[in-house]
T-cell receptor, first 113, second 113 residues
């Protein structure tokens, strides 16, 4: 069964710091991997989607990388801001299991001003 | 910019009661999904629909039923609520298959006493 693990579970950093969030998955037969942001009491917002054939995607201060062979992805946030405080979830789309999304439990990020 | 709208936002039920959660999307998406999110766990897929009049089971379908009578609406029903169904329920939709980015509603917080 595919498992998606996110480390750390929570992270607190001072404003301006660069940071890395980690996601690992046990089954490398994925179609793509997505990073989502979830604000308290809100739904999920898709940040970046990396196809299995890609190595990375960038959007503004965010950069996500994918290493399928090792089952790992990282989300890099440059020059963090208090507005970046949220829960970040990664999810993989599996080629089997009916092509559904499997989510990690998320990393709670707090950026202190 | 309504996107995906979930009704209600909060609800408290007694064990054994029934209720229906409504999800409406105005983006003409074919695919719609119901997830539940529990503390310390990622989102888990309950049921999904690949088009009007179709439904399919996800990872945790027991105790839930769904209907997709209109393309824009996806209903999630609890026939006899149990405390184990206390959770935050999210609806999502996508233009095409699981490979396409999913757009999420803000969630329904459901407590079963």
């Amino acid at each position: 069964k595919q498992e998606v693990t996110q480390i750390p579970a929570a992270l607190s950093v001072p404003e301006g710091e660069n940071l890395v969030l980690n996601c690992s998955f046990t089954d490398s037969a994925i179609y793509n991997l997505q990073w989502f942001r979830q604000d308290p009491g809100k739904g999920l917002t898709s940040l970046l989607l990396i196809q299995s054939s890609q190595r990375e995607q960038t959007s503004g201060r965010l950069n996500a990388s994918l290493d399928k062979s090792s089952g790992r992805s990282t989300l890099y946030i440059a020059a963090s801001q208090p507005g970046d405080s949220a829960t970040y979830l990664c999810a993989v789309t599996l080629l089997k299991y009916g092509n559904k999304l499997v989510f990690g439990a998320g990393t709670i990020l707090r950026v202190k001003s | 910019n309504a996107g995906v709208t979930q009704t209600p936002k909060f609800r408290v039920l007694k064990t054994g009661q029934s209720m229906t959660l409504l999800c409406a999307q105005d983006m003409n998406h074919e695919y719609m999904y119901w997830y539940r999110q529990d503390p310390g766990m990622g989102l888990r897929l309950i049921h999904y629909s690949v088009g009007e009049g179709t439904t399919a089971k996800g990872e945790v379908p027991d105790g839930y039923n769904v209907s997709r009578l209109k393309k824009q609406n996806f209903l999630l029903g609890l026939e006899s609520a149990a405390p184990s169904q206390t959770s935050v329920y999210f609806c999502a939709s996508s233009y095409g298959s699981f490979y396409q980015p999913q757009h999420f509603g803000d969630g329904t917080r459901l407590s079963i006493l």
